[in-house]
């Protein structure tokens, strides 16, 4: 059986940003796989350019997700929903092709404050809802609080934390053998 | 009295997008004002950029919404939801500063297919909870198959959009006036 | 093999609702199965009522529900959302057990209006979310202007809306018998 | 001047529930007014029913609210959602008339676990659009593990939810007053 292949998208584009950690230890939590991260350091979306010919930013990350056996988005919340850069990358996939469709899709997310992203997670997954993907429905793994829950290594330390994202990266390898 | 002022912002940057020509549309409707129109080319939102310096063309479009008597969105629909390229702006726009608490602005929408952008417009909705902006409720302005509603010259001619718009936007000037 | 038990749901208690028929059309569209509608005439969702011993109508629709291979949930636009109908009973369901988990289920609407319900379906879809069943992504089954689309003896006569609606619950038979 | 009336409708039928509660201490932040609670123990939503003549209940809610300078909705999150019980009086609501257009809402919410309703709320903001009242943008009032923030008395004594919820009122009277 080849090795799996993993996906990361991380919606901050700031170096030691919360989500990005996340986004490690949830592929770290996922098992064996070959990860890669997707760029999400695209132009704008915007017709009149897509017209003249795809940006290669693009195409690179659209074959990224077809190459995958599975994807885990790190979403932060910002004004209570996905980042624009996460958005604008959404955009752009969308055009010309299903890179997603029936791949196993998790969602994960930390914010400051106490909810940890619950409105960030519940918008992005209305988001995807147009890509077909094979969305995990849970469980949610919201992260608050995040500068109590990684340890100065950046590691998520916090039990029930690591224990909620293990269930949902089971459930994420679960579902891309399953589709393998 | 002093010229009201009108700040328009389009999430499509298509050079001949429906939504460009319905917020040209709005700010006929508004009547007289000054109306300027917001630039959504913006870097995308990064922390590691925003500490050396905000951009100046964030500076620019905050100061313009800052300005402003009243605010018109003109809000596609890619993916269910708002594009990338307004969200980024949203993004930007709640950093450091409140510019349009309070402020009147108005959503109207255009999207292929028959409902006109009704889930974008929920979702746009919910991001501006955190500015605290006062939001009109209605009458909602979703402009359904554009390319039958404006004419060859890229005016609303659908008599029914029409008149919804003068209805919103006579909402809009009415508590851009109050507020004054 | 056993035959397959479907149970549908619908949110409109008026014997001649729109969404009944539409109930009953994708339970002809799902194929050979054993067909029970669940009974949402439930009392309203109060603890304290709960606490003297769960309403005999709430445990029969939970044991309908735990029964079944599949779930298909007709659901009306009232107020841009579910009605509360249908809200009311999943308030039951989610008390004590978790009859859908990972259970296929296929939401479709019909919708006065043109959008066919775009919007309840988006917040049904998010209140699923808690109960994780296993939610299929698409195709979307949304039927506006239903006196178009059914025909005199109440069947879904649209060919676009029979073939999206096939497409759906060929998807939900195949999810019951991967499961099953 | 005459005193403001005040309604209050609360989503939990709960006697004990910590929804009802904040609905009082909203009241009271509220300052002078006579106060009423709506009853939302209403007929399920049936449109078979409503034909045969609107249910008393529902003629006397709609009046209780049309008589409203300004309501208070205290909502609870089952579901991640509004409760069937609210959803459902808001649909008898919507029929014939506009009990509540252009009038002061405020919603308020405790919910047990750390997000105190963030997704409720946003799930009754999107409901309530079609009745295009003027709905109080800020700040949200989200009560978390109620019962480390009432007293043994039932009084709100969390010093920030005290300060939060005040703002909340002050900015419904004032929007109350403006309208008289």
């Known amino acids: 059986m080849p090795e799996l292949r993993l996906v990361g998208l991380c919606g901050s584009l700031r ?3 919360w989500n ?10 996922f098992g064996p796989a070959q990860f ?21 930013a693009v195409t690179e990350l659209k ?4 190459s995958a056996d599975a994807v885990v988005i790190a979403c932060p919340e910002y004004n209570k929903a996905p980042p624009g ?3 604008n990358a959404l955009d752009w996939l969308s055009r010309g092709g299903a890179p997603w469709k029936d791949k196993p899709v998790a969602i994960v997310s930390a914010a400051a404050g ?3 992203g ?11 809802v147009a890509f077909r993907p094979h969305l995990l429905q849970g469980p949610e793994v919201l992260i608050a609080s995040p500068a109590k829950v990684f340890d100065q290594d950046g590691r998520l330390s916090d039990e029930t934390a690591v224990e909620l994202l293990q269930q949902l990266m089971d459930g994420l390898r679960e579902a ?4 393998q």
């Open 20 to 29: 990005h950690k996340l986004m490690l230890a949830a592929a770290e939590s």
């Open 85 to 87: 850069v996460l958005k």
């Open 114 to 116: 106490r909810a940890g």
């Open 63 to 66: 074959e990224l997700i077809q």
């Open 118 to 128: 619950e409105r960030t997670q519940f918008a992005l997954r209305l988001m995807m």
């Open 36 to 56: 890669a991260e997707g760029n999400l350091r695209l132009p704008l979306f915007d017709e009149d350019l897509e017209k003249q010919g795809m940006p290669q």
């Open 176 to 179: 891309a053998l399953t589709r």
């Open 15 to 17: 170096k030691d940003s």
